[in-house]
């Protein structure tokens, strides 16, 4: 696949993400975050492994790419979505969104360090672009950053225990397509959360016989939307432009969370917020290569 179609499906996935944003809290206000975390990502699980079978690409796992899908699950799934709502608890939304703007650059430091994969001079540039747009936009809403907490550290735990799952899933991807991991890794992580939730959240289970009926249509939109066609687009493009190019669209997702307020929960957009996507749009340009390969073909134009 050429890779200006693997970055539109990355942007895809981030509209998908950001605008999932507002799904979330509604769902979260009625049913416990892990109790709820569960069984969105196992319907997630039931989607991906339809999409897969109707595409003919489902197949059981070898004993090996069992190991990457379990460690996989426990770091992408249970790791991350367990700490990100333990953390949104004890910190706040300011604290939390400066945090998970370090995604990008977690990334290319690990894929640097692990995978010996060095990103270049422009893209490094490029990742310090984006972490500045996605501050600007955090900043603009007023709250200020708060002291350090608890709940900056399970935040913090989140987005690293995610940028190593997504190292997992750049080797398993060799063997192994990362869509047909996806399903496996929801499937693992689904039931490993649910057991966590009785623990954790007992009783939660009988409240969903008490929510109303637009509850379950959010449920469906966030699980098989925001969840299952999210999550597997973005690790199978995690598999082909690797995880440290791949990572720089995240920096999308806090401008469509942005665009999404506006657009359903009726927010304001202001002078900062308008810069912080300048910011964004150039880190992603210039991190992701794009911006390297357009001068390239610039170069070779010109020689021919």
């Not at 200020?144 to 399970?154: C, E, H, L, Y």
């Not at 665009?259 to 929960?265: A, E, I, K, R, Y």
């Amino acid at each position: 696949m050429k890779m200006w179609k693997v970055y539109v499906i990355l942007v895809f996935v981030m509209m998908l993400w950001g605008f999932n944003l507002p799904l979330l809290k509604y769902l979260v206000s009625q049913i416990g975050p892990v109790t709820m975390t569960s069984f969105r990502i196992l319907l997630a699980a039931i989607v991906v492994f339809a999409i897969l079978a109707t595409m003919k690409i489902l197949r059981l796992p070898t004993k090996q790419e069992w190991k990457w899908i379990m460690l996989g699950g426990l770091l992408n799934v249970v790791g991350h979505h367990y700490f990100l709502t333990a953390g949104l608890t004890k910190t706040s939304g300011t604290n939390a969104g400066l945090i998970l703007g370090t995604g990008p650059v977690l990334t290319a430091i690990l894929t640097s360090l692990i995978l010996r994969n060095y990103p270049s001079k422009i893209q490094w540039l490029g990742v310090l672009s984006g972490l500045i747009g996605v501050s600007s936009i955090v900043l603009a809403g007023g709250e200020g950053v708060a002291s350090g907490s608890i709940g900056d550290v399970f935040v913090f735990i989140s987005i690293l225990v995610q940028v190593f799952s997504y190292l997992v899933i750049s080797k398993a991807a060799r063997t192994l397509d990362p869509r047909v991991m996806t399903a496996y890794m929801f499937l693992f992580g689904s039931t490993v959360l649910f057991f966590i939730s009785l623990v954790q959240e007992p009783g939660e289970l009988l409240k969903f016989a008490e929510v109303p009926h637009v509850f379950w249509l959010i449920f469906a939109l966030s699980g098989i939307f925001g969840t299952a066609v999210g999550h597997m687009l973005y690790n199978y493009s995690v598999g082909i432009a690797g995880p440290a190019k791949a990572a720089i669209f995240i920096n999308f997702n806090t401008m469509f969370s942005l665009l999404g307020s506006v657009l359903f929960l009726g927010e304001v957009l202001a002078v900062r917020h308008l810069v912080g996507l300048v910011f964004i749009v150039a880190g992603v340009i210039l991190g992701s290569g794009a911006a390297e390969d357009l001068w390239r073909k610039r170069i070779i134009a010109k020689d021919e």
